[in-house]
């Protein structure tokens, strides 16, 4: 299993970016794929997350309004659409997939998540 995260970069505040997550299999061979990023000095954390079973979503309370994870399956490809970027948005984002089933209200719980990509970063400066 291989995801490989892209799309980071320097954007001002207000600004927007799409971060792409490319898998290496179906789609559908997935429980669930998220978005998780950690800033410098700070715990990785669940941004945005997405069932590949039922597409149920879950989002980060400071992203809810301005972040929105989607799905391609025809593609195998996870995007998330970072919109109003703020400063506090700056880190490593990664793409993360759990293979095994989730509980809904574990759904963005990093402990849940198998596979790993390496990230991809976000700068959100003037």
């Known amino acids: 299993v291989q995801l490989q995260a892209s799309g980071g970069g320097l954007v001002q505040p207000g600004g927007s970016l799409r971060l792409s997550c490319a898998l290496s299999?179906?789609?559908?061979?997935?429980?669930?794929i998220g978005w998780f990023r950690q800033a410098p000095g700070k715990e990785r954390e669940g941004v945005s997350c997405?069932?590949?079973?039922?597409?149920?979503?879950e989002y980060e309370d400071s992203v809810k309004g301005r972040f929105t994870i989607s799905r391609d399956s025809a593609k195998n490809m996870v995007y998330l659409q970072m919109d109003d970027l703020k400063a506090e948005d700056t880190a490593v984002y990664h793409c993360?997939?759990?293979?095994?089933?989730?509980?809904?209200?574990?759904?963005?719980?990093?402990?849940?998540?198998?596979?790993w990509g390496q990230g991809t970063l976000v700068t959100v400066s003037s």
């Open positions: 299999r179906f789609i559908f061979d997935y429980y669930a």
């Open positions: 997405i069932s590949a079973v039922d597409g149920s979503t």
């Open positions: 993360a997939a759990a293979t095994g089933e989730v509980e809904p209200e574990y759904l963005c719980d990093l402990n849940e998540y198998d596979y």
